[in-house]
């Protein structure tokens, strides 16, 4: 697979790095030479932005693919115990997928389809986490 990536920082949005789990399956598999079906895979969130997510996985999908994620959010300084913990599932286009090491890619997920709640509580959650730096 060839890799367009320049290593030239391209973000318009701030990221954070964080450490998640993400269970995603593959909603429209573009040239891609695996069968997933309905499986759900697992996969490790490395940074998130209100725009997207850099995920560790075993699959390496080409870019275009459209993937479903799923992932729960944790906002430990959210002032209200209600808005602490949140699942959020977004739909993203696999924009780059780099080679780490054998068996292991990085994904470049930009958001397709979020909501604005789900968009404002990753916001809030960045926010939070560049404070406590």
């Known amino acids: 697979m060839e ?7 391209r973000r ?4 954070v790095n ?19 079906g309905n499986k759900e895979v697992h996969a490790i969130m490395s940074n ?4 997207g997510m850099s995920i560790l996985t075993n699959y390496n999908l ?10 729960i959010l ?10 602490r913990v949140k699942a959020i599932e977004v739909k993203g286009e696999v924009r780059y ?12 997920i ?8 789900d968009r404002s509580f990753i916001g809030e959650f960045i926010k939070r986490a560049e404070e406590t730096r």
């Open 3 to 9: 890799n367009k990536y320049s290593g030239e920082e």
């Open 12 to 15: 318009r949005f701030q990221r």
């Open 18 to 36: 964080v450490s998640f789990i993400v269970v995603y399956k593959v909603n429209q598999p573009v040239q891609v030479s695996m069968m997933l």
């Open 48 to 51: 998130l932005s209100i725009n």
């Open 62 to 71: 080409p870019a275009a693919t459209i993937i479903s994620s799923k992932f």
């Open 74 to 83: 944790l906002n430990e300084k959210a002032p209200k115990i209600m808005d």
């Open 97 to 108: 997928s780099r080679f780490i090491k054998e068996l292991a890619y990085q994904l470049g």
């Open 110 to 117: 930009h958001f397709t389809d979020i909501t604005d709640s």
